[in-house]
């Protein structure tokens, strides 16, 4: 439709019909959520990935860690809620789980740091070598959690996922 054209009431209509009906449908929270919590939450199986399989290059994993030292934003989670309220909380992670699998490694001390680019001296340091103070501002920095409802449909949930990861388009070097 060129800027030309304008819509009929009906047309219009339809619209807002369809964007009102589709925001029913996409349920979802956002929570605040430490490296701590979203640690021991997937540790207790309270937060789960259905293949937990490490497929981050060791470069990849590195520069996550040096990020969240750094007190560098961290990319959010997106989780769909599973459980029941308020008894039971479960959530299943549709993205992130590169990020919670290495956080998770980190704070175990089955990573060692490596190759970092900017923190150098930290390299051959695993969380446990790093000072107290460091690790408790570490633990206590914050991610942002995504939690769809489970009154969304589980493609619709996927698909929100994929579109929230979808990113943008790399910027090239002038």
């Known amino acids: 439709m060129s800027q030309d054209q304008i819509m009929s009431e009906p047309q219009k209509r339809e619209i807002l019909n369809q964007l009102e009906e589709m925001q029913r449908k ?17 540790r207790d199986n309270i937060l789960r990935i259905p293949k937990s399989t490490l497929v981050w290059s060791k470069r990849q994993q590195m520069r996550l860690i040096e990020m969240a030292i750094m007190g560098l934003p961290i990319p959010s989670i997106v989780v769909l809620f599973t459980g029941e309220y308020p008894y039971d909380e479960e ?15 980190f704070m175990s001390n089955r990573l060692r740091l490596e190759n970092l680019e900017i923190l150098t001296s930290l390299n051959g340091f695993s969380f446990s070598d790093i000072h107290f103070i460091q690790r408790n501002k570490f633990k206590s920095r914050i991610l942002k959690m995504i939690v769809i409802e489970k009154t969304v449909p589980r493609d619709m949930a996927r698909e929100i996922a994929m ?11 002038n």
Do not use: K
């Open 26 to 42: 996409v349920d979802y929270d956002v929570q605040l959520s430490s490296i701590t919590s979203i640690v021991e939450e997937f």
């Open 91 to 105: 959530y299943e992670v549709l993205d992130g789980t590169q990020r919670v699998l290495t956080l998770e490694a």
């Open 163 to 173: 579109r929230i990861d979808s990113g943008g388009t790399p910027l090239a070097d």
